[in-house]
């Protein structure tokens, strides 16, 4: 994996060659394969990207709750109407 790390800081073949002591038809080989698993150039979630993403989770898990305290009021509020309309029979 610290190679992949390295092609993805984008360190060149020939400096990855030196740092590990490999062929460039290795290093190159390599490179294709990772790029066939879709693992080249990916990168980390920056620290912004995670507290946005935890954000976003409060914010859904709060709609939700929201929504729920919403839908039970609509109940109350409609079994106080079918009431107040038997009352008034």
Known sequence: MSILNDM???LRNV???KKYGISSSSVSTI???FAAK???NR???SEKEL???NENKRL???NKRLKELLG???LEISEFQRLLKKAEL
Request: net charge negative.
């Open 38 to 40: 879709g693992l080249l």
């Open 8 to 10: 993805n800081k984008g």
């Open 72 to 74: 039970e009021k609509l």
């Open 60 to 62: 859904e898990n709060e």
């Open 43 to 45: 990168t980390e979630p």
């Open 31 to 33: 490179r294709i394969q």
């Open 51 to 53: 507290l946005l993403e």
């Open 15 to 17: 400096e990855i060659c």
